[in-house]
């Protein structure tokens, strides 16, 4: 079992940014990856960003490339999700994902409010 803990969200301006925080414990040397999904009002849940928890390769979805940016502090079983640029439509539930040989495991999310 993975246990994933999400915090960093918040209420920000268009333009603004966040830092975003997934604290992993658990049986981590199963873990391959680790992403970001977000899940806004009636809508499905999408991928946001990934990194590889071996070699910090990452990948991102079209809508946040050049604005959000995903860390690891694989000493403190972190994954950050830096994002920048913040717009209105980014507003959703972010929730951190751990993917490995034993399964897929989830946070239960972390609000990201972008208003004026």
């Known amino acids: 079992q993975v246990q994933l803990v999400e915090s960093g969200g918040g209420l920000v301006q268009p333009g603004g940014s966040l830092k975003l925080s997934c604290a992993a414990s658990?049986?981590?040397?199963?873990?391959?990856?680790m992403g970001w999904f977000r899940q806004a009002p009636g809508k499905e849940r999408e991928f946001v960003g990934a990194i590889s928890w071996s070699n910090v390769m990452t990948s991102y979805a079209d809508s946040v490339t050049g604005r959000f940016t995903i860390s690891r502090e694989k000493a403190q079983n972190t994954v950050y999700l830096q994002m920048n640029s913040l717009k209105p439509e980014d507003t959703a539930v972010y929730y951190c994902?751990?993917?490995?040989?034993?399964?897929?495991?989830w946070g239960r999310g972390t609000q990201v409010t972008v208003s004026s």
């Open positions: 994902n751990a993917n490995g040989s034993v399964g897929s495991f």
């Open positions: 658990g049986n981590l040397f199963s873990i391959n990856v």
